[in-house]
């Protein structure tokens, strides 16, 4: 047995370990894969889901019995789902002191919006456009995951989607590709902080590379087919920018793309990623997409994924046993170089040198500071300043919002108010059910005046992340009560929306209205007292052409996790000023999706002879219900005195006058958008190039400037040339995609 690393003062403590007398990682990298065999570096590339309780017995027999073994002779890379400090401590044991040379393994879950203290889901996160903030939440999830011996996290997802049908809409930043880079660049230096040898942090992973997010009719795992023009515009600027922002790794994606499953595409992974944006770290495949190549038709077996996911740059397989099985024979025959699988191994090795692992393989278990770190009330501060920031108040008729003092007689209803699951969201691996505050509880720190009706459920037993929802269709108890207790109030909240395993991996939906009864509740309700406070909380846009036209106060309220009830009634009671914007359009009818800001105009975008031959629905309008970057407050903001100044010949300098002319103190997300009209590739009729969120005090101004430079005017050719090119640029700035003052230059 030859036991393999380094201490923190680099000094050998087993007889053949590598010379320590050098600081130089590549170095010693290149000295250990000196001394493995072929069957220990593919080994390295192998990565398993957990597969036994560590801190106990041995597995005896069966596929856990042989996982075992190839722990004890280094054939694994990595483990998933191996959590908590004891289990890693013994895993990493069984590695360390088992194996020849006792490379250790990196330990990676979904730690996607938090660990044990949860934060919004993403897609509500994005809705703050508050980087700060953003980073800070990825730092919190890094800070608990770590301190469970975790070293890697399959997050951010960084993908761009415009189909909310598409269950994983909830795990990312919506539908811009410049918003979308900001968040995935934020997040990435939340999850890694500044030393990722640091035990608070977490190697990052940049998913599902790529176009996932464009699946064809929203089905989770479906079929994608766009033009390298949308590739390279859309899909690849956030993966640019996370990998510009040095995350450690990259996830491919389940899909195919021009025909070629991602996981066996070289042109992304080789070419793109590891060739003309120069990345140095690993990519890992996900879920046994190696063997879903074959699945695809792309492969006759597993030997044959094997070889063209390595082949084309896929570097650890998760879960599909391809590589552990096939891979050394492949190279053996001649039908994979072995110069791919030490580029693999390197990359790989490199992550855990980076990690500290080779200097000390147990530097993540640590039982005090997990202790110490998931019940922490420090985070449950950074979840409550999270969540308040990514509410976004969508209508607020005659100022019903904020409420009054607890005199006024409120009427709760909807099983997610009084609900402490669903808020959680989606993924939520390391936290407990039953932890969220609920809504009802929020309102209970107010003293509210208050009674509480259920209505009809809108789930039926207890749903799980395995698991569909049964959606209750049928059973109508609970109607009349809450019909009952609505006559009684001056002002009813309904809580409705979806359950919080209702969007997310696998959660695919083809009518995306509210679910269930809670339509017809709804209405009933309004019948009987239309001062109703909607309050939404769903991991996806809602099409809600009724309750946008009928109901006065409407928030969007995601499903924001640990404390999302105190958020909740802190926005309602006025406490805070919402000060979210839409990262995603909400539809009028899911017949619109995809639906997107950013499209393109067509030849016949209007109807200029009064006819019927344009680019139009028959029965709904082309618009969304709420646009991109839509966000109110309680207060108002004016925008005037907007200034272009193109005088220097490297960028243009946009300047736009904010005030708040209402009574409060509010944030305000100014935006900038520009349209190239005549591009030798059609460019959309507005992208977002820009934005700030300022703070301005009642009756306070702000002039807020913006840099337009070649980077920000150019785009994508189809063959990945980026040019900027000469003409006209129209610029409008506001409050969101629809709305703005307008100008424009000339750039030569």
């Known amino acids: 047995m030859i036991r393999f690393y380094f201490t923190m003062v680099l000094v050998c403590i087993s007889p053949l370990l590598i010379c320590a007398q050098t600081t130089d990682m590549d170095a010693k990298i290149r000295e250990l894969m000196s001394r ?16 036994y309780e560590a801190t106990g017995p041995a597995p005896a027999a069966g596929d856990a019995r042989l996982k075992y073994e190839h722990l004890t002779s280094g054939k ?96 990312g930043a919506g539908e811009d590709p410049f918003l979308g880079s900001k968040i995935a660049a934020a997040r990435v230096r939340g999850f890694q902080g500044d030393d990722l040898s640091a035990t608070n942090t977490l190697l990052a992973c940049a998913k599902h590379f790529a176009g996932y997010g464009f699946a064809e009719a929203g089905r989770d795992y479906n079929t994608v087919d766009v033009g390298t023009y949308t590739l390279h515009n859309v899909i690849l600027p956030p993966f640019k920018a996370a990998a510009e922002a040095g995350v450690g ?10 025909g070629v499953p991602a996981t066996a595409d070289a042109f992304l992974q080789r070419d793109i990623l590891k060739g003309d944006w120069n990345f140095d770290g690993f990519v890992v495949s996900d879920w046994g997409s190696i063997k879903e190549i074959a699945f695809h038709g792309a492969a006759g077996d597993l030997k044959e994924a094997a070889r063209r996911a390595a082949i084309a740059g896929s570097d650890m397989d998760m879960e599909s046993y ?66 308040k920031r990514s509410i976004v108040l969508l209508k607020n008729e005659d100022d019903l919002l904020p409420l009054a003092g607890n005199d006024q007689k409120v009427a709760v209803i909807g099983q997610l108010a009084n609900d402490k699951t669903s808020p959680l969201g989606s993924w939520r691996i390391g936290s407990d059910d039953g932890t969220a505050v609920s809504v009802i509880e929020g309102l209970a720190a107010y003293e509210v005046n208050m009674s509480y009706a259920q209505g009809p459920a809108l789930w039926r037993g207890n749903p799980s992340f395995v698991t569909e929802v049964e959606v209750n269709e049928s059973d109508r108890s609970g109607m009349e009560e809450a019909v009952a207790a609505a006559k009684e109030a001056e002002v009813v909240l309904m809580v409705l929306g979806e359950h919080g395993f209702m969007s997310g991996e696998g959660r695919s939906r083809t009518d995306i209205g509210l679910p269930g009864l809670q339509q017809e509740l709804l209405e009933a309700v309004h019948a009987v007292n239309p001062n109703i406070v909607l309050v939404l909380m769903n991991g996806r846009p809602l099409a809600l052409p009724w309750a946008a ?121 100014v935006q900038l958008y520009i349209h190239d009209p005549a591009a030798t590739y059609a460019r959309p009729v507005r992208e977002l190039k820009g934005f700030e969120k300022i703070e301005l005090s009642a009756g306070e101004a702000q002039t807020v400037t913006f840099r337009l430079t070649p980077k920000e005017l150019g785009y994508y050719q189809p063959d990945g040339t980026f040019v900027t090119e000469p003409g006209t640029f129209n610029v409008q700035v506001g409050p969101h995609a629809l709305e703005g003052l307008q100008g424009s230059f000339e750039w030569e």
């Open 36 to 51: 493995m065999t072929l069957a220990e570096k593919v080994g390295q590339m192998n990565q398993y889901n957990g597969f």
């Open 76 to 171: 694994v890379g990595s483990v998933l789902n191996v959590r908590g400090v004891d289990e890693v401590r013994e895993m990493q044991k069984v590695v360390v002191e088992n194996s020849r040379l006792g490379i250790p393994l990196i330990f990676a879950s979904d730690v996607i919006h938090g660990y044990k203290t949860l934060a919004p889901i993403p897609l509500a996160e994005a809705a703050s456009w508050d980087l700060e903030a953003i980073q800070q939440s990825a730092r919190m999830a890094a800070t608990e995951g770590a301190a469970t011996g975790l070293n890697w996290t399959f997050a951010p997802m960084v993908d761009i989607y415009r189909d909310a049908r598409w269950g994983r809409v909830m795990e």
């Open 249 to 258: 790794t990259f996830m491919n994606a389940f899909n195919i793309l021009n």
């Open 322 to 387: 391809a590589y552990v099985k096939h891979l050394e024979e492949l190279v053996e025959t001649g039908a994979v170089d072995e110069a791919l699988i030490d580029d693999a191994v390197y990359r790989i090795l490199k992550a855990k040198f980076e990690l500290g692992l080779f200097d000390d393989p147990y530097a993540y278990c640590d039982n005090e500071r997990e202790e110490e770190l998931l019940y922490n009330e420090k985070h449950q501060e950074i979840a409550l300043d999270m969540a």
């Open 549 to 669: 036209e009928n109901i006065p106060a409407i928030i969007e309220a995601w499903q924001l996790g640990s404390q999302s009830g105190n958020a909740i009634a802190q926005v309602l009671y006025g406490d805070y000023n919402p000060s979210g914007h839409l990262p995603m359009s909400f539809p009028r009818s899911v017949g619109q999706v995809p639906l997107y800001y950013n499209h393109f105009s067509t030849g016949r975008p209007t109807n200029q002879e009064n006819n019927v031959f344009w680019t139009h629905y028959i029965d709904e309008k082309n618009t969304p219900l709420f646009p991109f970057g839509y966000g109110l407050s309680y207060t108002s903001f004016a925008y005037s005195a907007l200034q272009i100044d193109d005088t220097d010949p490297n960028a243009v300098e946009v300047s736009v006058v904010v005030m708040n002319t209402g009574n409060r103190t509010g944030e305000e997300v």
